[in-house]
C-alpha cells in the first residue's frame, strides 16, 4: 500500500531568478528547470502536490519569490523564506563552492531537510 506515510518526506529548494525557477527535490534529486511565469508555476504546483512534500524553501530576494510563494500558500503547500546567508554558510559548511542555479537548488533543499 503507498500512502503518505509509508513515503519518504520530500523536501524542495527552489532558486529564484528573474527569468526561471529551479526546483530540486530532496532526497529524489528531482531537478525541474521552468520559465517563472503564471502558467508553468500553476504545473509545478501541480507536480508538487503529488508528493508528500513536508516543506518547500526558497530564498528572500527582494521581491522575485513573491509569485511562487503566493501560489504555494493558495494551494496549502508548506513555502518557507529563508535569509540567504543562512544557504551559503549552509553550503559552506557542507564544502559546496560552485554556485549554479541547480547546484543552488539542491543546496537550498538540502538546507531544507535540516531546518
Same mark, same amino acid.
Given at each position: 500500500?503507498?500512502? /503518505?506515510?509509508?513515503?519518504? $518526506? =520530500?523536501?524542495?529548494? !527552489?532558486?529564484?531568478?528573474?527569468?526561471?525557477?529551479?526546483?530540486?527535490? /530532496?532526497?529524489?534529486?528531482? /531537478?525541474? &528547470?521552468?520559465?517563472?511565469?503564471p502558467?508553468?508555476?500553476?504545473k509545478? =504546483?501541480?507536480v508538487?502536490?503529488?508528493?508528500? !512534500?513536508? *516543506? =518547500?524553501?526558497? $530564498?528572500?530576494?527582494? *521581491?522575485? $519569490? /513573491?509569485?511562487?510563494?503566493?501560489?504555494?500558500?493558495?494551494?496549502?503547500?508548506?513555502?518557507?523564506? !529563508?535569509?540567504?546567508?543562512?544557504? *551559503? *554558510?549552509?553550503?559552506?559548511?557542507i564544502?559546496?563552492?560552485?554556485?549554479?542555479?541547480?547546484?543552488?537548488? &539542491?543546496?537550498?533543499?538540502?538546507?531544507?531537510a =535540516?531546518?
Amino acid at each position: 500500500m503507498n500512502n /503518505h506515510k509509508n513515503q519518504t $518526506e =520530500i523536501n524542495v529548494g !527552489v532558486d529564484v531568478g528573474k527569468s526561471q525557477l529551479d526546483i530540486v527535490l /530532496h532526497p529524489l534529486d528531482l /531537478h525541474l &528547470s521552468i520559465p517563472y511565469d503564471p502558467e508553468h508555476i500553476q504545473k509545478v =504546483i501541480q507536480v508538487l502536490k503529488k508528493h508528500p !512534500v513536508k *516543506r =518547500i524553501v526558497t $530564498e528572500a530576494t527582494g *521581491r522575485y $519569490e /513573491h509569485a511562487f510563494v503566493f501560489a504555494c500558500d493558495k494551494a496549502n503547500l508548506p513555502v518557507v523564506i !529563508v535569509n540567504p546567508i543562512k544557504v *551559503r *554558510r549552509f553550503a559552506q559548511a557542507i564544502g559546496v563552492m560552485a554556485k549554479t542555479d541547480r547546484i543552488d537548488a &539542491s543546496v537550498i533543499a538540502q538546507f531544507s531537510a =535540516i531546518i
